[in-house]
Structures are given as structure tokens and as C-alpha cells.
């Protein structure tokens, strides 16, 4: 078959082409963004092409998929509509790949791209296994059983999926510009859980996890003494984190990953879950932990001198104090300094003080203005940066022109945050570096 995907730069898009491509089809796809992106890695080293204007020829037999940052009105959304083509939802094509493999569907507020990575990386060292994670990264093969899928809440895509297994992280207030209240995001959760065919591994530590009412088997998994997956001794410093898992009564041993932060722990608890659950070798699960490599913009850190610079996705509150206390066990005696790049209007309206709590973690705070591309300024008038960076002490705007303003930072922990891309910011902070 032929797709065609409008947004193909964007994380979930490049990583459904490339899975696309793999499984035999041919893929080409559009996008505004002309300048370099991560996401475009998988598809440049596949061949896939990318096209930036409006007047190249596409096959009447292809089906077209799309991001839904391009609005109905997008030149390219009507001119594919004027050619009478087949128009799908992302969604229910990622559905079609999830019904054709024993999928696990990996979901929650947070914690989902970290999670999917160490079961992929457990998998590939032992079974083998496809992957949709949404960093830009994914692959399959029809030979492969197993398909990991970072199954995402935001629209309810993950409602299309119907998958074997299901892990929920965590569910808390996320995308309010599309939920009503938490009744309806954990509402929606119930239903993906309970779409789930075999097996449910779900946060037992989080109250609005354990109010699902499962009628899928659930195991609950977490630090509390109840779950059916606990986590015991856990050892949190600076080489990373150790701890021990006790799976319903039976004591699976020591573990240890080169990861920070309680809720990485967590997310490591939730992989080991699924993999004994499954049948893989507690030895080979022990190996892959000790060299797990985080996902593309998960705690990725590059050393200059003596400055540290560390990129990652964190982009709600409970992310971002999560990051910041994980680079306070790493580097405990340093100064750690926060970039952070706003990316939508309704996330700073709806968590004001909570941003303003989580970046407090923080010695220093910097911000941009908000970057958004799926919101519009107008549609929120007196939002913006200001609202957060006018409560922290010592607080500063910066953006890419005035990057210079981060001299003074070399040295320290500089933590660049945000789900946007934050590429130049940090090209020219490094510069500055070199």
C-alpha cells in the first residue's frame, strides 16, 4: 500500500511512517518544518521522502494520514481533499498495525516513552520485538511477535487500540483543552484498559489507577506493600538507581539502572513486570537493565568542559519537578540552572502553580515565550510566560538571540526542558561552550 503523511517531522508521525515503510509499504510525507529535526533520522536513513511544497504528484491509490497540528484549512490538507484521496486518522492506522501483532500497549500521564524503551531494549535482547516510541524512533518486521506501542492519550488516541497487554503508569490532569475534568481522563483510561485482552500492569501507587474498574486481569505494581509488584530497598544516588522486586510473593532479586529519579524506578518496576510476566529470562532482564541508554531527549546529556548540559522532554509540572530532583541525585553538589520552553497555552493557564512549584526545584530558571503549534495567542489573551517567570526569584526570559545571557551559567547543570524542540537553544548555548 501507499501513504502519505502530512507532519511526517513530527515524533508520533515519523515514527508510524517509518513502521509503515518497514512492513513493506511505500511511505512519503509533508511538513512545514524545512530546517533539520531528530525525527527526520529514521526517515532520511530509510529514504523516505519529505516534501516541503504543494505541486508534487501523489498516486490516487495512496492513503493519507495527518498530524493533528494541521488544521482542515492547511493548503496541503485541501489539496489532498480536492484529489479525492482516502483520508485516515493517525489513530486508526496506528490501530490497524496494533491488531496485527501481540502488542504491548504502554500508557499514562507520564512515563510512557522511558517505559516503552526498557521493554524494547529487554525484548530486543532476548525475543526480538517492534517498537513505536515516540522520540522519532520505531521498527518492525512481520517475523517479530511482540510490538511495543507508546500509546498516547492526548485526543484519546489509544482508544483505536485494542492491544494483548496494557501497562498504565500513572493518570493525573493532562490536556485539559481536551478533557472535561479527571473523572473523564480516568474514564478513559477504563475504557483502553478494559480493550486490553490479556493483561493489565498498572501503577498501584497512584489513587485514580486504582479507582479503574478492571475487568481485564490487572497487577498492580509500585512501592506500596499491596501491589502484586513491589519494589523493596530501593538505593538512589549519583552512579544511578538499585533496588530489589518482589512479584507476587516471589523475590526476583537485585536490580540496577543507570537511571535517575524515583519515578524512573517505577518505570523500570512496570518493564520487569511485563517481561517476567511473559516468559523472559530474569538474567537477561537484570543484563538490559544494567545498559539501558534513555530514548532520544529523556535525560540526554552531553559534557563540555565542566559544564553539563542535559536535554529532555519534561513539559508538565510533575515532569519537570521529576527531572529536576533526578539531576539533583546525579549531581548533587552542583548548581542546576532551568531552560524551559512553554509549548502550549492551555498547559500554562491550567498548571500556573504548579509550573511555578516544579521550577523552584531549580537554582536558576530561565523561560522563553510560549512555542505553540497547535493553539493560537489569540484564543488565550494575557497567557504567557511571564505568568510563571514573574513568581520565581531571579527569574529570566531568554530566546535564541539572546542565548549570550547563558554565559554566566558555564560551569553548572544546565537543563533544557520542554516538548518542543529545544535544538537551538542548546546548539547555541554550546557554542558559546566551545
Known amino acids: 500500500m501507499k501513504y502519505y503523511c502530512i507532519g511526517i517531522k513530527g515524533t508520533g508521525m515519523s515514527t508510524l511512517a517509518q513502521i509503515l515503510f518497514d512492513l513493506g509499504n511505500e511511505v512519503s510525507g509533508y511538513d512545514d518544518a524545512q530546517g533539520y529535526k531528530f525525527t527526520q533520522d529514521g526517515l532520511d536513513s530509510r529514504g523516505i521522502k519529505i516534501y516541503y511544497g504543494h505541486d508534487h504528484e501523489i498516486d490516487k491509490d495512496t492513503i493519507v494520514t495527518y498530524s493533528v497540528a494541521f488544521s482542515a484549512d492547511h493548503p496541503e490538507m485541501v489539496r489532498v481533499k480536492e484529489l479525492g484521496l482516502t483520508i485516515k486518522p493517525y489513530a486508526e492506522i496506528m490501530g ?37 516510541i515516540g522520540a522519532g524512533d520505531g521498527m518492525a518486521t512481520k517475523d517479530n511477535e511482540y510490538y511495543v506501542v507508546e500509546s498516547d492519550e492526548f485526543n484519546r488516541h489509544f482508544l483505536y487500540y485494542h492491544p494483548r497487554y496494557s501497562i498504565i503508569t500513572n493518570i493525573e490532569e493532562e490536556h485539559m483543552e481536551i478533557y472535561d475534568d479527571i473523572d473523564d481522563i480516568r474514564n478513559c483510561f477504563e475504557q483502553f484498559a478494559n480493550q486490553t485482552k490479556e493483561l493489565v500492569i498498572a501503577n498501584g501507587d497512584n489513587d485514580q ?10 497487577l498492580f505494581y509500585g512501592f506500596n506493600d ?40 517505577m518505570n523500570s518496576a512496570a518493564a520487569i513486570g511485563i517481561c517476567h510476566y511473559i516468559g523472559i529470562d530474569l538474567d537477561i532482564i537484570k543484563k538490559a537493565l544494567n545498559t539501558f541508554k534513555n530514548a532520544k531527549r529523556r535525560f540526554e546529556t552531553t559534557n563540555i568542559g565542566d559544564t553539563v548540559v542535559i536535554d529532555d522532554y519534561a513539559h508538565h509540572p510533575t515532569e519537570i519537578k521529576a527531572t529536576l530532583e533526578a539531576v539533583r541525585q546525579k549531581y548533587p553538589d552542583r548548581k542546576i540552572v532551568a531552560v524551559f520552553r512553554p509549548n502550549t497555552y492551555s498547559r500554562t493557564k491550567d498548571f500556573t502553580k504548579e509550573f511555578i512549584d516544579a521550577l523552584e526545584v531549580a537554582d536558576k530558571v530561565y523561560m522563553t515565550e510560549i512555542l505553540a503549534n497547535r493553539e493560537k495567542a489569540e484564543d488565550y489573551p494575557g497567557v504567557g510566560s511571564n ?30 526542558m520542554g516538548c518542543a524542540d529545544n535544538s537551538h537553544l542548546i546548539e547555541g548555548f554550546e557554542n558559546i561552550l566551545k
Open 226 to 265: 499491596d501491589n502484586d509488584i513491589v519494589i523493596k530497598d530501593s538505593i538512589l544516588d549519583s552512579e544511578g538507581s538499585r533496588f530489589r522486586i518482589v512479584f507476587k510473593g516471589e523475590d526476583l532479586g537485585k536490580f540496577q539502572v543507570p537511571l535517575f529519579g524515583k519515578h524512573m524506578v
Open 209 to 218: 489507577v486504582k479507582k479503574i474498574n478492571y475487568k481485564t486481569d490487572v
Open 96 to 132: 490497524d498495525v496494533v491488531a496485527m501483532f501481540s502488542t504491548i500497549g504502554v500508557s499514562g500521564t507520564h512515563g510512557k516513552t522511558t517505559t516503552s524503551s526498557i521493554i524494547r531494549h529487554i525484548l530486543e535482547d532476548s525475543v526480538g520485538c517492534n517498537y513505536f
Open 387 to 416: 505568568m510563571i517567570l514573574d513568581e520565581i526569584p531571579g527569574g529570566e526570559m531568554i530566546e535564541e538571540d539572546t542565548i549570550s545571557n547563558l554565559s554566566k551559567e558555564i560551569g553548572n547543570v544546565v537543563i533544557f
